[in-house]
């Protein structure tokens, strides 16, 4: 066993993922304290490039065309021998598509603890959780002797975990990965929406709090007379209500209006990801403890649908007047 | 086709949540329990898979309040099967203890196809699904907003950031973690339910001894503590809307 921290570098289709940053910079942290390196596991093939601007000490670096895209299987095989041969103090994986798919499962096979959602890791060796859809956090000491952790965004930024001095790349030998079970057939691009949210900069989102189909005309109203679109959080695209182009979130578009007009939306760490870059956050709810009230600028406690058809007359008078 | 979808029940986000005495862990003694949403899905989408191609359906939740209302939806949607693992779960149950007694009863039902939701919001110890598959020795895949069968493998589409698609294909049996249904959960009124109650069982199953080991100790709960909250405007609609305006013209937006 040491005192490395261990880092699963997230990259898809040839382009990194911010996350994998985000976790070199928590792997940071936490390795102030236990005084070992930063060891950032780049699984792929070919794709050795993108070493280059990761702050690690080391990069171990795997290459098998199993790894070519990322499958469960072949990503879990591979960690599990890597993780058990070398015995780190911890094991950093994305809260995301591809590290929830082998955290738990590395977990179980290694019977090794797991901590999610972990926002933050300190030098004193404490992680920091938001879980309840941001409701609440939960604290503890990181369990031995091998930490598998899965990181959320937001406890640092992505620039904190780049670097300008490309860092070591040791290649390192994965066990043959045979008999997998997954394979990827194809990737499906999304379909182009008539709009593309992440370049708008008036949204009205609608969240569950719309309660049924026929208030999104609603906002669409509204959206007319600010001269904005519609976008909701998940549920209200899970329901059919609106078209999967307009999502906002974590597995959706990130977005940077200067408006973001968020109703019946309880703001979960899924949807907020993806609207802290935006120039003015006002929140509708009719919950005084949702947690979007802590990152809008502008909060109100009031059912939406009361308000939206007000709030349309009233810009529309502003306009014509 | 053999299914079994494993559900649990949640905290309902709505009600307001409270720490114990301890300082460490919720308090459950009057938390309103809900099924995990991206169960209501994984359920939904099992039914889905019934209704295309023939199968079995077993849902499979732990005892706890609510527990059976959950059941009997099911039922009313399709399910054959309705299994309710007794065990001391109302003090709450970590997700590694859960997956160790729920492997247990999956494996006699020999599924070729296990759902799971993707995630619960109290999961602080890893997802249900992976631990579950590890534990049966299948294969997982997570984040999956649609399933189609054919021919022994089953077609995931799985869901990366920005709306892309990852289709998977994966060797049966496996564990689907799943996001969203091909299709909106259906809803079944009350009146349905309360009739198959008349006539589905729930069969009760004991659990094995829970182990939960696996899962991280937690020192202390607490509400996030924010520096900044958004500056409230108050009154009724009208109020509201007036000071919107001006917030908006403010802005340059109006
Ligand atoms: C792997 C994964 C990926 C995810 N990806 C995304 C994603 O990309 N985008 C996303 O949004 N979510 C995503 N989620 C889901 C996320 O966790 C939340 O469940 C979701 O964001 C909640 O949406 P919501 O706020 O609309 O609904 P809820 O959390 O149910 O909130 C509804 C809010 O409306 C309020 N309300 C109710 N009635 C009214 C009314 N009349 N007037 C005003 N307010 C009212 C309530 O007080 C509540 O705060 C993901 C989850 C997982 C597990
Ligand atoms: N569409 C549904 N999906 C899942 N469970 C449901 C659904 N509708 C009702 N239920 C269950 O039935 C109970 C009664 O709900 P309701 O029909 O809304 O009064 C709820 O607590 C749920 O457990």
Known sequence: MNQDIYVVIEHLRGQMADISYVMLAAARALAQGTGGSVMAVLLGHNAQELAGDLAADRVLYVDDPALADFTSDAYLAALSALISENEPRAVLLGHTSIGMDVASGLSARLGLPLVSQCQSLSADGKFLSQICGGKIMAEGALPGPTALVTMAPGGYKPEEGQSAEPPEVAPTAAPTLEGLRVTLAQYIEPEAGDVDISKEPILISVGRGIQNEDHIELAEELAKALGGVVCSSRPVVDQGWLPTSRMVGKSGQVVKPKLYLAMGISGAPEHVEAITDSEMIIAVNTDPAAPIFDIAQYGAEVDMTDLLEVLTELVEEEKGG | ?254
């Not at chain 2, 399709?78 to 149950?93: P, T, Y």
């Not at chain 2, 493998?153 to 289709?167: D, H, N, S, W």
């Not at chain 2, 496996?174 to 339910?193: C, F, H, N, W």
Request: proline share 5%; with cysteine.
């Open chain 2, 1 to 254: 086709m053999n299914i079994v979808v494993a559900v649990k029940l949640v905290p309902d986000l709505v009600e307001e949540l409270e720490i114990d005495d301890s300082g460490a862990a919720l308090d459950m003694t009057w938390m309103r329990l809900i099924i995990n949403e991206f169960d209501d899905h994984a359920i939904e989408q099992a039914i889905l898979l019934k209704e295309r191609g023939g199968g079995q359906l077993t849902v499979v939740v732990p005892d706890a309040e609510g527990a059976d209302d959950v059941l009997y939806a099911a039922a009313a949607k399709g399910a054959d099967r309705l299994i309710k693992l007794m065990g001391d779960f109302e003090e709450g149950v970590n997700n590694h203890a859960l997956a160790r007694v729920l492997a247990t009863i999956v494996k006699e039902l020999q599924p070729d196809l296990v759902l799971t939701g993707v995630q619960a919001h109290d999961d602080l110890d890893g997802s249900v699904g992976p631990l579950l598959a590890e534990h049966l020795g299948m294969p997982y895949v997570g984040y999956v907003a649609g399933v189609e069968m054919n021919d022994g493998v089953a077609t995931a589409r799985k869901e990366y950031p920005g709306g892309l698609i990852g289709e998977m294909e994966v060797t049966l049996p496996t564990v689907l973690g799943i996001q969203a249904a091909d299709e909106p959960p259906r809803y079944v009124p009350i009146s349905k339910i309360r009739q198959t109650m008349k006539t589905a069982s729930i069969e009760e199953q004991d659990a094995d001894e829970l182990d939960p080991g696996g899962a991280p100790t937690v020192s202390r709960m607490f509400e996030p503590e924010t520096c900044e909250r958004a500056t409230m405007i108050e009154g009724d609609e009208d109020e509201i809307a007036a000071k919107l305006v001006e917030v908006f013209q403010e802005a340059g937006i109006l």
